[in-house]
T-cell receptor, first 111, second 118 residues
Framework: AQTVTQSQPEMSVQEAETVTLSCTYDTSESDYYLFWYKQPPSRQMILVIRQEAYKQQNATENRFSVNFQKAAKSFSLKISDSQLGDAAMYFCAYFRNQFYFGTGTSLTVIP | GAVVSQHPSWVICKSGTSVKIECRSLDFQATTMFWYRQFPKQSLMLMATSNEGSKATYEQGVEKDKFLINHASLTLSTLTVTSAHPEDSSFYIC??????????????FGPGTRLLVL
């Protein structure tokens, strides 16, 4: 089975600052998808950003961007200009036929 | 974006009873739906993959006779927890895979169902 590792159980960031969440994964496949999901206290999973493995260009969605290093099997999420509403649990996920989730990083935004 | 609903959002039941949870894709067709279980402060654990018109595929360690899954249509999958016990108390989440996807993979998650077995 594929494994996804998030080595930071908790992170904090000052409002308006930038924070990077780490994620590494293990796979022998060349075609797959990578995701970052946000889970606020409501527990609704919200898609933050998606990256197709065959694309070399890093995905960007407004204040959210990724640093995708395929050879290193690394997929970090950068949140710029952090806002209070960004506080949540963030899950990195690998997808090929099914999702494999990391253990999550709890992000606190300090006013 | 596409919407997936789950019903009920909250359920409390007595030990030994059965509980059915519905997962619906509201504005798209989903040949595949996934059921997850999430314990507090933990990640999502895949329980089973539900394919419309065929038997579900269960992950190792998940009792298929206890967690009955039916995917009767392209917009509805149900998870029935049979003879529920307190250890079945958890947060159950479904996701639906859009059949006519664009270039890539898209799945949408339901809001989850909190089950408490007394």
């Amino acid at each position: 089975a594929q494994t996804v590792t998030q080595s930071q159980p908790e992170m904090s960031v000052q409002e308006a600052e930038t924070v990077t969440l780490s994620c590494t994964y293990d796979t022998s496949e060349s075609d797959y998808y990578l995701f970052w999901y946000k889970q606020p206290p409501s527990r609704q999973m919200i898609l933050v950003i998606r990256q197709e493995a065959y694309k070399q260009q890093n995905a960007t969605e407004n204040r959210f961007s990724v640093n995708f290093q395929k050879a290193a099997k690394s997929f970090s999420l950068k949140i710029s200009d952090s806002q209070l509403g960004d506080a949540a649990m963030y899950f990195c996920a690998y997808f090929r036929n099914q999702f494999y989730f990391g253990t999550g990083t709890s992000l606190t935004v300090i006013p | 974006g596409a919407v997936v609903s789950q019903h009920p959002s909250w359920v409390i039941c007595k030990s030994g009873t059965s509980v059915k949870i519905e997962c619906r894709s509201l504005d798209f067709q989903a040949t595949t739906m996934f059921w997850y279980r999430q314990f507090p402060k933990q990640s999502l654990m895949l329980m089973a993959t539900s394919n419309e018109g065929s038997k579900a595929t269960y992950e190792q360690g998940v009792e298929k006779d206890k967690f009955l899954i039916n995917h009767a249509s392209l917009t509805l999958s149900t998870l029935t927890v049979t003879s529920a016990h307190p250890e079945d108390s958890s947060f159950y989440i479904c996701s639906a895979r859009e059949t006519t996807g664009y270039e890539g993979e898209t799945q949408y998650f339901g809001p989850g169902t909190r089950l408490l077995v007394l």
